[in-house]
């Protein structure tokens, strides 16, 4: 079946131009992730969603940072004013919200703000 | 200091080599511990998924956890070029945690 896709999967933007990305998780799926993987970094969590419950948004670094999931599927992960430090590799997971908790990663979308 | 720490190497051994890569962490709550293997340009994929300590096996991998000691590892046996990638280790405290902890990663490299 389909795993979970992302798009774009690049994207080059100028200083504090707005950016959206887009994440479809797979069919079914309750649960979903956006994290930030930096040059030579580990994943950063940003925020989780849970079926019809709050997100999760310990992890948004900046108030320049949102997402929001429609209908419970797909995700958009936006990002204001966009900073130099924003450039990373941003990766949406799914999950099917069991105890088992595997996630299931897109390949991501590799963001660079010149 | 980071939860999670993991050396980000890079780590490189011959074909066929027994390879152990490791994390320590900070936080007794960890009660879960996972290894994601992530391709160049590609997301992260689980490997390994373990809870409490003990050992795990699974074909040429091995995954261990020692709480006592705030130390997880992964063995890969008879390593192959494919397994070539970078490593992340991850850890959350309960099941229903939403956020997990990832380490920075370890890059390794199977000459052939």
């Known amino acids: 079946g389909a795993g979970v896709s992302q798009s774009p999967s690049n994207k080059v933007t100028e200083k504090g131009k707005d950016v959206e990305l887009r994440c479809d998780p797979i069919?079914?799926?309750?649960?979903l992730y956006w994290y930030r993987q930096s040059l030579g970094q580990g994943l950063e969590f940003l925020i989780y969603?849970?079926?019809?419950?709050?997100?999760?948004k310990s992890g948004l670094p900046s108030d320049r940072f949102s997402a929001e999931r429609t209908g419970g599927s797909v995700s958009t992960l936006t990002i204001q004013r966009t900073q130099q430090e924003d450039s990373a590799v941003y990766l949406c997971a799914s999950s099917k919200g069991d105890t088992q908790e595997t996630q299931y990663f897109g390949p991501g979308t590799r963001l660079l703000v010149l | 200091q980071k939860e999670v720490e993991q050396d980000p190497g890079p780590l490189s051994v011959p074909e066929g080599a027994i390879v152990s890569l490791n994390c320590t962490y900070s936080n007794s709550a960890f009660q879960y511990f996972m290894w994601y293997r992530q391709y160049s340009r590609k997301g992260p994929e689980l490997l390994m998924y373990?809870?409490?300590?003990g050992n795990k096996e699974d074909g040429r991998f091995t995954a261990q956890v020692d709480k006592s000691s705030k130390y997880i590892s992964l063995f890969i046996r008879d390593s192959q070029p494919s397994d070539s990638a970078t490593y992340l280790c991850?850890?959350?405290?309960?099941?229903?945690?939403?956020?997990?902890?990832f380490g920075s990663g370890t890059r390794l490299s199977i000459r052939p």
């Open positions: 969603f849970q079926g019809n419950s709050a997100p999760d």
């Open positions: 373990t809870y409490s300590s």
């Open positions: 991850a850890m959350r405290r309960h099941s229903s945690a939403s956020k997990i902890i």
């Open positions: 069919s079914g799926h309750t649960a």
